[in-house]
């Protein structure tokens, strides 16, 4: 009996040395080692990538990188071996086992198996919550009918009108959704966010089917909020690492990235022609960068505390935090002689702050978050006081308020033209408005939660 246990264990074992050499799990980290530093997107030595499977099958300048099934008529093969081998360039030669390896893999056919399943731990939607989650963000639909909220990793659709229609819950691949907004068009739902410390993702729905388009994740850490380009083609989103990042819907189309702050980018606003982007964060400082050049044309402004929410309107950009104070800054005396001085760090501007600041009446507590309407005119400010306020831009005069919200309040949103409000709160709860007159339209938690104390042990 221990016998024959020992040789299937041995049989096993030859079976499995045997398998064919696996190119996501063995080569790749190869290539990604000891080649991609000079083999990529961003340098192509030789006209050869290395860093995805369609280029390793393309080849470089002189040609295919490999002969199926013959190591010693392959380029790769011929570059990594010899007593001074050409690939990689200054560095030391690839050890003999992983030139083997190569070979093998060649040998076998250089066949590209499937991409390994993420071993990081999947995304868990409950179908139903113990506690109602916070609501992270929230948006209105340009015509106010449909009301989108995001908590942790799913957003909920919500008819503001047809209260008997049950909310669609969507499912991400972010473990933290951070901004859910409309294209001005109405026709797409950005949803941004990631997983902390591992990527930032945004995933486009179809509207208002609410069908998946597709997903993109960028850099290392988790997206914060961010706007939609007036033309939709973009969203512009911060990010952890100092910067505002641009990202196309189209997935072909590049990322950019504009590194102009030194901690958290907590917002991002695009100017209403989609010129100039004003960002805010965790460093207390408020931006204007060109879009065009990707970059910085004035700090406009450093608060005492951090920046939580930006927004813009032609004339003026406004940014709000913990200061608990909301400034706007105009455009014109702001950047004048800025745009043709040069723009970075070293353009040296010819107007003071006090020239150019614009301000608001003082605010009762730390700004959470602002949202203007889709034409721009009116702009919503939640607190962590129960109360909702509502400013005419052009005259940074308080028109309404709502009060008695259950605050704090995450998150709120406008539609196009400032009639209807959303909001979400810390505590779970949505609720949607009719801001003329404050009428209450829909309040609801809108995710199923199974009360505490019926919750199987
Ligand atoms: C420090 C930079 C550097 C590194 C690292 C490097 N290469 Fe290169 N590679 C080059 C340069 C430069 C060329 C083009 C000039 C030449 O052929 O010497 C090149 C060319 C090549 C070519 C020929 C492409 C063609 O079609 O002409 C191959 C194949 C290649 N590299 C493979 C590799 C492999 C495999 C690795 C990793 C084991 C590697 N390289 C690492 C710089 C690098």
Redesign the pocket.
């Known amino acids: 009996m221990k016998r024959l246990c020992i040789l299937l264990f041995v049989s096993c074992a030859g079976f499995v040395s045997a398998a064919d050499v696996s190119y996501h799990r063995e080569v790749w980290p190869?290539?990604k080692?000891?080649?991609?530093?000079?083999?990529s997107a961003q340098?192509s030595?030789?006209?050869?990538r290395?860093d995805n499977v369609a280029a390793v099958q393309k080849?470089?300048?002189?040609?295919p990188?490999f002969v199926s099934g013959k190591p010693d008529q392959s380029?790769?093969i011929?570059?990594?071996i010899g007593d001074e081998?050409?690939?990689?360039?200054?560095?030391a030669p690839?050890s003999s086992a992983?030139v083997a390896l190569?070979r093998d893999w060649i040998a076998q056919g250089a066949k590209f198996d499937a991409p390994p399943a993420s071993t990081a731990a999947a995304v868990v939607i409950p179908a139903v919550y113990a506690f109602a989650p916070a609501i992270t963000s929230v948006a209105l639909s340009p015509d106010g009918k449909i009301a989108v909220a995001a908590c942790r990793s799913e957003v909920i659709l919500i008819s503001v009108d047809d209260t008997n229609a049950t909310p669609r819950r969507l499912s991400t691949e972010s473990d933290l959704i951070t901004h859910v907004e409309f294209s001005p068009d109405g026709l797409r739902l950005a949803v941004s966010g990631g997983s902390p410390q591992r990527f930032g993702a945004v995933t486009f729905f179809k509207m208002p089917e609410g069908k998946l388009e597709h997903t993109r994740r960028h850099g290392k850490d988790t997206f914060f909020r961010g706007g939609f380009a007036p033309d939709g083609k973009a969203i512009a989103l911060g990010g952890a690492d100092g910067a505002a990042h641009i990202v196309p819907v189209d997935a072909a189309a590049k990322i950019n990235s504009i590194d102009l702050h030194s901690d958290w980018v907590l917002d991002v606003t695009y100017t209403p022609d989609g010129k100039q982007l004003v960002t805010g964060g965790r460093d207390k400082a408020t931006k204007v960068s060109s879009v065009d050049t990707l970059r910085l044309l004035r700090m406009v402004d450093q608060s005492t505390d951090i920046i939580s929410a930006v927004a813009s309107d032609a004339l003026a950009a406004i940014s709000g935090g913990h200061a608990r104070t909301l400034t706007g800054y105009d455009y014109k005396v702001a950047l004048a002689g800025v745009e043709v001085g040069g723009s970075g760090n070293g353009a040296v501007p010819v107007n003071r702050r006090d020239q150019y600041v614009r301000a608001f009446e003082a605010q009762a507590d730390v700004v959470l978050d602002m949202a203007t309407s889709g034409d721009r005119k009116w702009l919503a400010v939640a607190t962590r006081q129960p109360e909702i306020r509502i400013y005419q831009m052009s005259d940074r005069q308080r028109k309404s308020a709502i009060s008695k919200v259950p605050a704090p309040i995450n998150a709120v949103a406008l539609d196009n033209n400032g009639t209807r409000l959303a909001l979400g709160s810390r505590d779970g709860q949505v609720q949607i408005y009719e801001v003329a007159g404050g009428k209450l339209l829909r309040s609801l938690v809108p995710v199923p939660v199974t009360p505490v104390n019926t919750v199987a042990k």
């Open positions: 190869i290539f080692r000891h080649c991609v530093g000079c083999h340098k030595k030789g006209g050869l290395l080849g470089g300048e002189t040609g990188l380029l790769l011929k570059q990594i081998p050409e690939m990689p360039v200054k560095e690839l992983k190569l």
